[in-house]
């Protein structure tokens, strides 16, 4: 492999001049400059990472850490994470939490020995039901930049990238009432997590608003650790007029689809569904799922500008928190309203 030295004996020039011509230096005739971008071209010239990153303390790296990468959601963020990195010209190391405290704090301290510039987080389930900090504001005070992104902490100074769940949900709750349902569920796996709390809320508020609703809000917290089929089933069982299902996560749509077809529903004509979700369990729904799309490519792409922003010094002192919008796409779970 060729070396600044290597060009520099070839040229009969000094090994500053050409590093200086490589990085355009004003300091530099352009007729060198010329000469020696010609000579590296020639010879593919790469510069040694490594070396560079030592001399500007800079690895143009990030760590990534996510809580589950077989959630749909948290892949296609990371995909969102990864395209856009690689475009601005960063690379990244992803490291999942598999949603508990001491893995997410051993990810972040594994990663905290130089070997990143930064790190872009969603926050795993146990950190935010005990909320557990220290470890966000050790990297803070080493003065690691951190970006959050759907899962976050708010009284952890850093920059996050959300959506509106609380309006999502609002929304998504009033297209129900909007087709005139009577008994309304929210399901919801998300209990004790930010997401789950602003999901519930936005329908509350939809309920509360509403002056021709009669039934009372019904929240059911389904226990990811049983069966979810089941848990689902009990809630068509018990409620036996229902005609409105807002699930908040992503495979729980999908299942009160089939409990609603075994239960002899007509969907949308005896009862409305509405998931969280994006675009991989369509292929599994029969009908089709009317969802809020939470754009998550989209989150990462924004988190990586972020965060980069802040490794670069490009951003400004005060904390950001960007609001991805969502959209709500019916189709055929929901009536033409």
Known sequence: MITLKDIAKELGISISTVSKALNNSYEISQATINKVQKLAKEYNYKPNKAALSLKKSKTKTIGVIIPDILNHFFAKSLHGIEKEASKLGYSIITCISNELYQ???????????????GYIISVAAETQKKHEVEHFKSVLRQQLPIVMFDRMIEDVSCDKVIIDDFGAAYKATNQLLKEGRKKIVLLSTLKGLNVGKLRTEGYLKAIEENKVYKENPIVVNINTAIDLEEQVSKVFKEYKDLDGILAIDNTL????????????YKLPKDISIIGFSDYNVLPFCNPKLSTVTQHSEEIGENAVRMIIDRIEKKASVQKITKVIKTSIELRETTKNI
């Open 103 to 117: 893995s997410e704090k051993k990810n972040i301290e594994l990663l905290a020995n130089g070997s990143v510039d």
């Open 253 to 264: 749509g999908v299942i009160a689809i089939n409990k609603a077809k075994h239960f002899d």
